[in-house]
């Protein structure tokens, strides 16, 4: 049974492998952008006995694929350690807070400045359910930003963000890199959890595609290494 430290350890060792086999979902820490405090946890409840009952997902066996399906822990990291059942894992990230398109200039986004030397080797954001999450490298870091479709629309916010945006101390327009729901996903069947990991310099940004409101994975997507 893999506990909360575990699957810590699975996502840093391996994190499109633990994507693929856990379902995972991030809370938001309300208006709270930088390193933050959260905990990894497994969702569940408690019932009248006292006891866990875990919530868990089929996914494929290793060996004997979908001959011999095995039922996963689903996974929250939480701003709030309550959010969770049984044994939590600390763990320190970086939060990228969520901005509404109608209250930015898509020219200049405001944008998180996530290093690639110091601090959390974690970074998680809130669900993406229409959703557009946006990065670009840097020397030193990677700018990050996640923009509600405040506004507009789901399918016109990614496209106008690639074809016209820029991130505030970022380069040029086009120099970004957007997944959001045109080309990344479609939110009328699908939500997303975004999860980065800091490996010797090099932050890997993943989609986790779910069915909307489902707990069960569709894909896993690594959409930016740099």
Same mark, same amino acid.
């Given at each position: 049974?893999?506990?909360?430290?575990?699957?810590?350890?699975?996502?840093? $060792?391996?994190?499109?492998?633990?994507?693929?086999? *856990?379902?995972? #979902?991030?809370?938001?820490?309300?208006?709270?952008?930088?390193?933050? =405090? *959260?905990?990894?946890?497994?969702?569940?409840?408690? $019932? @009248?006995?006292?006891?866990?009952? *875990?919530?868990?997902?089929?996914?494929?066996?290793?060996?004997?694929?979908?001959?011999?399906?095995?039922?996963?822990?689903?996974?929250?990291?939480?701003?709030?350690?309550? %959010?969770?059942?049984?044994?939590?894992?600390?763990?320190?990230?970086?939060?990228?807070?969520?901005?509404? %398109? %109608?209250?930015?200039?898509?020219?200049? #986004?405001?944008? @998180?400045?996530?290093?690639?030397?110091?601090?959390?080797? #974690?970074?998680?954001?809130?669900?993406?359910?229409?959703?557009?999450?946006?990065?670009?490298?840097?020397? $030193?870091?990677?700018?990050?930003?996640?923009?509600?479709?405040?506004?507009?629309?789901?399918?016109?916010?990614?496209?106008?963000?690639?074809?016209?945006?820029?991130?505030?101390?970022?380069?040029?327009?086009?120099?970004?890199?957007?997944?959001?729901?045109?080309?990344? *996903?479609?939110?009328?069947?699908?939500?997303?959890?975004?999860?980065?990991?800091?490996? =010797?310099?090099?932050?890997?940004?993943?989609?986790? #595609?779910?069915?909307?409101?489902?707990?069960?994975?569709?894909?896993?997507? $690594?959409?930016?290494?740099?």
């Amino acid at each position: 049974m893999t506990t909360a430290a575990g699957a810590l350890a699975k996502f840093r $060792n391996d994190p499109a492998s633990f994507l693929a086999n *856990y379902y995972l #979902i991030n809370e938001r820490a309300m208006r709270q952008s930088g390193p933050t =405090q *959260y905990w990894l946890g497994a969702l569940g409840y408690v $019932n @009248l006995q006292g006891q866990t009952v *875990y919530d868990r997902t089929p996914r494929p066996g290793s060996i004997l694929g979908t001959w011999r399906m095995h039922n996963s822990k689903n996974f929250k990291f939480a701003r709030n350690q309550g %959010a969770v059942v049984g044994v939590t894992a600390p763990v320190m990230v970086w939060h990228v807070d969520v901005v509404g %398109a %109608a209250s930015i200039n898509v020219a200049a #986004i405001p944008s @998180l400045q996530v290093s690639r030397v110091g601090g959390p080797d #974690i970074m998680v954001t809130t669900l993406l359910n229409g959703c557009t999450f946006v990065c670009e490298a840097r020397v $030193n870091d990677v700018l990050m930003a996640h923009v509600q479709p405040t506004g507009t629309t789901a399918a016109l916010l990614e496209p106008n963000i690639t074809a016209n945006g820029a991130l505030t101390n970022g380069g040029p327009v086009g120099s970004l890199t957007a997944f959001g729901g045109n080309q990344g *996903y479609n939110p009328g069947v699908s939500d997303v959890t975004i999860v980065g990991l800091r490996n =010797q310099g090099v932050w890997s940004l993943y989609a986790q #595609i779910h069915p909307r409101n489902q707990r069960s994975i569709t894909q896993v997507v $690594n959409f930016f290494n740099g």
